[in-house]
């Protein structure tokens, strides 16, 4: 199924913009600010979704791909940081310059998040199908009757037997895999347009994984919810997603189909990371990226991967790389000055 | 229930759901302090609220009688002015109780209130817990001497000077459990799903505050009776004509050799009322702190 059979999908009352993304996120700045200086965890990242769409976001932990979620949501603590810069549109309006109450109608309508940790994610002392209603009800002003219905549905939507018992067991009733549906039925209550998940399967063992997975793809398929995955790993990426941003250090550094990804990676960061999934073969020692994840504290003059760069010289130091379009006639952006030496490899 | 053991499903039934009874007697065998300390407080509000019906008139004067030992006329035995102190101690745990448990029921709320607010709007933070750190350096019984020669004497104005000191204590207690469950992903994922503030405040954040502000609860309510019989007995809170311990305390401790029984009633009272309300205490601390309760 592709990106644009899914987009046709949206609701013909939705004011469609032809050709203009779901989300899109346009040099993205978020900072954190504390005694000890600026830390420039999202610094000028773009990207967007279209409707329907899975967009896979990868990078090591620190690369700033759960603030950029985060920010998009506008949930960053106001005290530790804020978005200095540039633009979130998502259905024509640009969350940024909203007002706190207008950002409390789109998080969980039209934006839902899942968030990493199935197990503390849910309140423990409130019946799953109490979370799960009040979510419908803060949106829609459902009777508690009606409420409750809902959470009925969406419970059995994401395939957890006996939905209609289980709706007043509390959350440690449930095993992590169970929590994390919940967490989706939570998500899904309010048929959001963007779903937004973040790490949904790291705190998942790996046969629970793939079914949260599977899971996720289908209810995308029936719902025509886009997505945007972040996880670090690949295998996820290459499972779920149509397209991929690849991010090192707080800033994008590749974006691609995700069959180009895998294929012709044009970044050596993204090569780094192919480079050390294990594969099948058994006895082959893992690949591993040199050296440290630099200091997001300092600004980075030069490309922010030069120092573990095999590619890497004067220039890329001095002088930081800009998105451009690799040789091919399909979208594929890589940030770096060696990338026709790096597909040429 | 022993006629009923004739067909089998009775008895694997009885066998499986223990009684009322024994239920009620295995709550009393886990935690016997407080049952201990609930029976004795709920007997001393029974006879403060009862006390017109139980005890004699506290104010009359028999002169004749004066500080005669306990009889079966007065079984505290009178004090100076012919007083019955048997009377006079039921009548004075009106006073006590009301005192403990209104400045309990003051300071928690005003507190939880406080505190909700200085842990989730940051900037009252700052201000209000400084402030709270200056009330916390005020003595309690001074505050209270002060207020009641600024505003006279009456419990009412005791209440309020104990109130003060107290609430401080139940801010900073309200504000650390806020700070440790404001920052559970369920809180974070609660605003992601768009709720607004005082709804997560309601249903996230307020509920863990309330265990051990119970507990507290119980403290400040000891305190208080404590704090509020030191007043009467310095003579700066509740007017020397209202029967309470403290002001028989003080009347008659210069009888102490002649007449002991004038002192020693009101002073077992006193120590009783606080006993049993820390041991409530205790045994709602031992019921309500999950580390300890899952270990019983």
Redesign the interface.
């Known amino acids: 199924m592709s990106a644009s059979d899914l987009a046709d999908r949206t609701t013909p009352t939705e004011t469609k913009r032809a050709g203009e993304p779901l989300l899109s996120v346009e040099d993205l700045k978020t900072y954190f600010f504390n005694e000890d200086g600026v830390t420039r965890a999202v610094d000028g990242v773009s990207l967007s979704i279209a409707a329907g769409e899975t967009l896979g976001v990868v990078g090591e932990s620190g690369c700033g791909k759960s603030v950029t979620a985060l920010s998009i949501?506008r949930?960053v603590p106001p005290?530790i940081g804020r978005s200095v810069g540039g633009r979130v549109v998502f259905e024509g309006r640009n969350l940024l310059d909203l007002s706190e109450r207008e950002m409390?109608?789109?998080?969980?309508?039209r934006i839902?998040?899942i968030?990493q940790?199935p197990m503390?994610?849910?309140?423990?002392?409130?019946t799953v199908g109490h979370q799960i209603a009040?979510?419908v009800r803060?949106?829609r002003r459902a009777s508690v009757a009606d409420a409750r219905k809902r959470a009925l549905e969406v419970l059995d939507l994401v395939k957890i037997p006996d939905a209609g018992q289980r709706l007043d067991d509390y959350p440690h009733q449930f095993s992590g895999g169970m929590r994390q549906r919940v967490?989706i039925a939570?998500a899904l209550a309010c048929d959001p347009k963007l779903l937004i998940a973040d790490e949904p399967t790291t705190a998942l063992d790996v046969t629970v994984q793939a079914q949260v997975l599977d899971l996720m793809l289908e209810l995308k398929a029936e719902t025509g919810a886009a997505v945007m995955l972040i996880t670090h790993d690949l295998g996820v990426v290459a499972e779920t997603c149509q397209r991929v941003v690849v991010m090192y250090a707080g800033r994008k550094v590749e974006e691609a189909d995700v069959f180009d990804l895998f294929d012709r990676p044009a970044h050596p960061y993204t090569r780094g990371l192919l480079a050390s999934v294990a594969r099948g073969k058994a006895g082959g020692r893992l690949t591993e990226i040199p050296g440290m994840v630099p200091s997001l504290r300092e600004p980075i003059p030069g490309c922010a991967f030069a120092p573990r760069c095999p590619f890497a010289d004067g220039h890329c130091h001095a002088v930081a790389p800009t998105l451009e379009q690799i040789a091919g006639d399909r979208p594929h952006l890589a940030a770096c000055h060696k990338s026709t030496e790096v597909l040429a490899s | 229930m022993a006629e009923i053991t004739g067909g089998p499903s009775t008895t694997s039934d009885e066998a499986s759901a223990p009684t009322r009874g024994s239920q009620a007697w295995r709550f009393v065998r886990r935690n016997p302090t407080l049952v201990f300390g609930l029976v004795i407080l709920l007997i001393m509000c029974v006879m403060a609220i009862f006390a017109p019906l139980i005890a004699a008139d506290p104010f009359s004067m028999k002169p004749v009688q004066r500080l005669r030992a306990p009889s079966d006329a007065f079984w505290f035995g009178t004090d100076q002015l012919g007083r019955d102190v048997f009377a006079r101690t039921i009548w004075g745990a009106r006073v006590s109780l009301a005192v403990g448990i209104s400045v309990a029921v003051f300071s928690v709320l005003v507190g939880l209130v406080i505190g909700l607010f200085a842990g989730t709007v940051w900037w009252v933070e700052a201000v209000v817990m400084r402030f709270m750190d200056g009330l916390m350096a005020i003595p309690a019984i001074l505050l209270a001497i002060a207020m009641v020669s600024l505003f006279g004497a009456s419990v009412m104005i005791v209440i309020i000077a104990i109130v003060i000191p107290e609430v401080p204590r139940v801010v900073r207690l309200v504000r650390s459990v806020v700070l440790s469950t404001r920052e559970q992903p369920y809180v974070e994922a609660a605003i992601a799903g768009g709720a607004p503030w005082w709804k997560i405040l309601i249903r996230h954040i307020l509920p863990p505050t309330i265990p051990p502000l119970i507990v507290q609860a119980t403290y400040i309510c000891a305190s208080a009776i404590l704090v509020e019989a030191a007043l009467s007995f310095l003579g700066a809170g509740t007017p020397p004509e209202i029967p309470t311990w403290g002001n028989m305390i003080a009347a008659d401790r210069i009888y102490l050799s002649r007449a002991p029984w004038c002192i020693f009633y009101p002073g077992v009272a006193l120590a009783l009322v606080v006993l049993a309300v820390n041991l409530v205490g205790d045994g709602l601390r031992d019921r309500l702190d999950p580390r300890i309760a899952r270990r019983m």
């Open positions: 949501l949930l005290r409390r109608v789109i998080r969980g309508d839902a998040m968030f940790e503390t994610s849910l309140n423990p002392v409130l009040e979510a803060i949106h967490m939570m």
